[in-house]
């Protein structure tokens, strides 16, 4: 479900679970062993997370929860390896990266877009919570007023607009008369430069589930959550999703806004 090469000291590892890159077992397996292998490799210096096909991760795999393979080697195995990888991590996105797919690049140390892609977390459209950290993670990065609005209304949000949020450190524009397998080469190209550009350079404010979160009053809680009792009137997941970014500010750690 992964390929691994090293390109220029760069350990690229694509996800090839076509179309869309669903978070499969066999995808989360490809993607750990991939980062140790990097990680256990002398001459490599950074990782970069890439796709083929129509898009970046597109989310998890929700059959795998009916048969219980989603707890086999299960998301977050993934995303406590992104945590602790010495070695810089960038996601490469191209398409859209939604749901789990945005909770792995929220968990990589850079992210590298193209002008086309979209990202979001859509969770709570079918009445659920995003499960990988993202509500935790994204108000560390972009602050709880940003992250409550994308994660309690489950828009997409464009590269232009998530550039400006600080959602990605860089975005390579991609021409209306690129195809799709253009795009992909071209934003592959651009994410390896940018990790030989950032080797080496300090980790320590990289790692979102070890940042702070800035904090915001009760006011804005209690205001936004009388507007979501009017836009989702019935509707119990736009709370729970923003008592979950509050939970982010107000708990003691990263792993206590996570329970």
């Known amino acids: 479900m992964t390929s691994y090469e090293v390109v220029n000291n760069v350990a690229v590892i694509t996800c090839r679970n076509l179309p869309v890159n669903q978070l499969s077992y066999n995808l989360r397996v490809g993607l750990i062993d991939g980062l140790k292998q990097a990680l256990a490799d002398p001459s490599v210096i950074a990782v970069v997370i890439a796709a083929d096909g129509q898009t970046f991760i597109a989310g998890a795999d929700i059959k795998e929860f009916s048969t219980g393979m989603a707890f086999k080697r299960p998301l977050s195995e993934l995303m406590a390896a992104l945590d602790n990888s010495s070695k810089p991590t960038i996601a490469a996105i191209h398409g859209t990266a939604l749901g789990g797919g945005f909770e792995v690049a929220l968990a990589c140390h850079y992210r590298v877009g193209s002008s086309r892609c979209k990202v979001g977390l859509p969770e709570v459209l079918i009445g659920l919570l995003p499960g990988a950290g993202g509500t935790q993670r994204l108000p560390r990065l972009v ?89 989702a009137r019935g509707f119990l997941a736009p709370q729970l999703c923003l008592q979950a970014v509050r939970a982010a500010q107000e708990s003691a750690s990263f792993a206590d806004g996570l329970k």
Request: hydrophobic letters at 45%.
């Open 143 to 231: 602050g709880p007023m940003l992250a409550a609005e994308m994660i309690c209304s489950g828009k997409h949000v464009k590269a232009s607009v998530a550039a400006d949020r600080g959602i990605f450190d860089r975005v390579v524009n991609i021409l209306p008369n690129h195809r799709l397998s253009a795009e992909r080469l071209i934003l592959k190209t651009a994410a390896i430069r940018f990790a030989i550009d950032v080797a080496g350079e300090s980790l320590s404010d990289r790692v979102l589930s070890r940042r702070p979160v800035p904090v915001m009053d009760d006011f804005f809680y209690t205001q936004f959550g009388n507007m979501l009792n009017k836009s």
